[in-house]
Every structure is written in C-alpha cells, then in structure tokens.
C-alpha cells in the first residue's frame, strides 16, 4: 500500500503525519529521519488495527499542488 504522508518542517524539527491513518505521527530532527521514523509508525500503526480486528483504511487521499502569482 502506498499512504500519503505529510512532512512539515517546524523552527527546530520536522513533523509528518498519515492524513488516511489518524493519530499515525512522527516527528524527528532532519526530514530523512521524520521519513523513516512515519514509516516505522505506520507499521506499527497498521500492525495494532489488525490485531484489534480493526479494518485497515484504504489510501484514499490525493494530493494537488496549485500555483499562484505571489502577492505583492
């Protein structure tokens, strides 16, 4: 599966979440370690759906980017 994961960089840290996966959450010191770190979560995330019994969520976000003329 292949889950959309947003990564947002904070004045000290970086953050990233699981917008299909709530309550899924990372946070670490450079991006390449928040990217491993939300990887590890997701695992483990999924890994405590299935052993309550729990349906594991389908990816179902997109992403878009929109482009605008910088404000003056």
């Known amino acids: 599966m292949r889950y959309r994961v947003v990564i947002e960089r904070g004045e ?4 990233a979440r699981v917008p299909d996966l709530p309550c899924c959450v990372a946070a670490g010191d450079t991006r390449d370690e928040v990217l491993q770190l939300v990887r590890e979560a997701i695992d ?12 594991v969520p389908p990816p179902s976000s997109e992403c878009e980017f929109v482009e605008i003329s ?3």
């Open 12 to 15: 000290k840290s970086w953050g």
């Open 44 to 55: 483990l995330h999924i890994e405590g759906l299935r052993q309550e019994g729990i349906c």
């Open 70 to 72: 910088a404000a003056q």
